[in-house]
């Protein structure tokens, strides 16, 4: 008897342009398009297997060992409900001889190698994982037998829309590289997906260093913080209609001409304006705390010197929902910015050169001078 199971794995992905709102919670529907870098490397991975049987009594998910509750009508349900979709209309109903694996439970179980829940971005590249598992399952994301010209029966960006529904963030962990989640207009949420600005070899001098803060659960998760923001935020309208298009038209110019400064210097405001608007909140969302507001401290230093001496600047910091600071800087300056940090915080474990993507760090509560 076949055994049908597939086994995939997707990164996590961080944003320069803050996805933070929703105008429709059901659809996961964004109130403003965003913009990230999906890290390439393995230090911060899901990896996700799936598999159909027709003695499954139920569907079942298992995250970092331990079983989950399925809610009906959850976000797991209606990815899995899009992807049973398309393998019917696609493979099934096209193949009589195609076994109905849409009409089977399936058993998912998936790892994260990186904290879970801790604002370093998990339902980003564990939706990401899940979606690719069951497409690799279904046999949506492989060429069909009768010509390897021809497209993968599912795309990328349809496959975006899957993991939208299960996380926001996730669609854009589809794409490698520089990937931009366009927040669409029409109420199905069709063109509500994540499309490459460009891949990660157009730029491969961009470094992220990922500086481990805090890695325990957050206290509000993106879901429920981000909902608080939309029903009671004004600065929140200010910045979807006012800041953020321009912003995106900007930085997709900056990534296009590998323009290190322009990149930087949105990154930063935006990232500032993302916790501002947390704190605009009421009740009002704290994630990042001290050690996070040192190392902008250190980075808006170390760029003021660097501005003065070469007229350019040398890093960019960005917080998620969480404490955890993340680093863009090209490569010719990995080097120094992580003696720096190290310096600063001698806990701070920097790993060997040259990754392009690195973690070091870990708990971390030092005061910085
Ligand atoms: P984060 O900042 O880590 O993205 P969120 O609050 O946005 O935190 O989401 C965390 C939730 O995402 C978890 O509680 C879990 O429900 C879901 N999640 C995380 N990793 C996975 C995974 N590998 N597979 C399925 N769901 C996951
Ligand atoms: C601060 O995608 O985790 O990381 O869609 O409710 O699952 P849900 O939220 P999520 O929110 C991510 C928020 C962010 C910014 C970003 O990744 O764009
Ligand atoms: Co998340």
Same mark, same amino acid.
Request: charge should be neutral.
């Given at each position: 008897?076949?055994?049908?199971?597939?086994?995939?794995?997707?990164?996590?992905?961080?944003?320069?342009?803050?996805?933070?709102?929703?105008?429709?919670?059901?659809?996961?529907?964004?109130?403003?398009?965003?913009?990230?870098?999906?890290?390439?490397?393995?230090?911060?991975?899901?990896?996700?297997?799936?598999?159909?049987?027709?003695?499954?009594?139920? $569907?079942?998910?298992?995250?970092?060992?331990?079983? =989950?509750?399925?809610?009906?009508?959850?976000?797991?349900? @209606?990815?899995?409900?899009?992807?049973?979709?398309?393998?019917? =209309?696609?493979?099934?109903?096209?193949?009589?001889?195609?076994?109905?694996?849409?009409?089977?439970?399936?058993?998912?179980?998936?790892?994260?190698?990186?904290? $879970?829940?801790?604002?370093? /971005?998990?339902?980003?590249?564990?939706?990401?994982?899940?979606?690719?598992?069951?497409?690799?399952?279904?046999?949506?994301?492989?060429?069909?037998?009768?010509?390897?010209?021809?497209?993968?029966?599912?795309?990328?960006?349809?496959?975006?829309?899957? /993991? @939208?529904?299960?996380?926001?963030?996730?669609?854009?962990?589809?794409?490698?590289?520089?990937?931009?989640?366009?927040?669409?207009?029409?109420?199905?949420?069709?063109?509500?997906?994540?499309? =490459?600005?460009?891949?990660?070899?157009?730029?491969? $001098?961009?470094?992220?260093?990922?500086?481990?803060?805090?890695?325990?659960?957050?206290?509000?998760?993106?879901?429920?913080?981000?909902?608080?923001?939309?029903?009671?935020?004004?600065?929140?309208?200010? @910045?979807?209609?006012?800041?953020?298009?321009?912003?995106?038209?900007?930085?997709?110019?900056?990534?296009?001409?590998?323009?290190?400064?322009?990149?930087?210097?949105?990154?930063?405001?935006?990232?500032?304006?993302?916790?501002?608007?947390?704190?605009?909140? /009421?009740?009002?969302?704290?994630?990042?705390?001290?050690?996070?507001?040192?190392?902008?401290?250190?980075?808006?230093?170390?760029?003021?010197?660097?501005?003065?001496?070469?007229?350019?600047?040398?890093? /960019?910091?960005?917080?998620?929902?969480?404490?955890?600071?993340?680093?863009?800087?090209?490569?010719?300056?990995?080097?120094?910015?992580?003696?720096?940090?190290?310096?600063?915080?001698?806990?701070?474990?920097?790993?060997?050169?040259?990754?392009?993507?690195?973690?070091?760090?870990?708990?971390?509560?030092?005061?910085?001078?």
């Amino acid at each position: 008897m076949a055994v049908y199971q597939a086994t995939t794995s997707a990164p996590v992905n961080i944003a320069c342009i803050k996805y933070w709102g929703k105008r429709d919670t059901t659809l996961i529907l964004p109130t403003n398009s965003s913009l990230s870098v999906t890290l390439s490397q393995d230090h911060l991975r899901s990896t996700t297997t799936s598999r159909a049987d027709p003695a499954f009594t139920e $569907t079942k998910l298992w995250l970092n060992g331990k079983e =989950e509750d399925i809610k009906s009508g959850g976000r797991l349900e @209606r990815c899995l409900k899009e992807l049973k979709k398309m393998r019917k =209309e696609r493979i099934e109903d096209k193949e009589p001889n195609a076994p109905k694996l849409s009409e089977w439970n399936i058993h998912v179980a998936s790892y994260n190698n990186f904290p $879970t829940a801790a604002g370093l /971005a998990s339902s980003a590249s564990g939706f990401a994982a899940l979606t690719s598992s069951i497409a690799a399952l279904y046999g949506l994301n492989t060429f069909p037998s009768s010509s390897s010209a021809k497209p993968s029966i599912a795309s990328p960006s349809e496959l975006s829309l899957v /993991a @939208r529904l299960g996380s926001g963030s996730a669609c854009r962990s589809l794409f490698g590289g520089f990937v931009a989640w366009e927040a669409g207009s029409l109420p199905s949420g069709t063109d509500s997906l994540a499309v =490459e600005v460009a891949p990660q070899s157009h730029w491969p $001098t961009m470094h992220a260093l990922i500086c481990v803060v805090n890695d325990a659960k957050k206290g509000t998760s993106s879901t429920s913080g981000m909902q608080r923001t939309v029903d009671t935020s004004a600065l929140l309208q200010h @910045r979807i209609k006012h800041v953020v298009p321009q912003r995106m038209e900007a930085i997709i110019k900056a990534i296009k001409e590998k323009d290190f400064d322009s990149f930087a210097k949105i990154t930063m405001a935006d990232s500032n304006q993302f916790h501002a608007v947390a704190l605009d909140t /009421a009740p009002p969302i704290f994630y990042m705390n001290d050690v996070s507001r040192s190392i902008i401290s250190i980075i808006e230093e170390l760029n003021r010197v660097s501005l003065e001496k070469t007229g350019h600047l040398l890093a /960019a910091y960005t917080f998620d929902a969480g404490p955890n600071a993340v680093i863009y800087t090209e490569e010719k300056n990995v080097k120094q910015i992580i003696e720096i940090i190290v310096r600063y915080f001698p806990q701070a474990e920097s790993n060997p050169f040259p990754d392009p993507f690195k973690l070091f760090g870990g708990k971390q509560s030092a005061a910085v001078p």
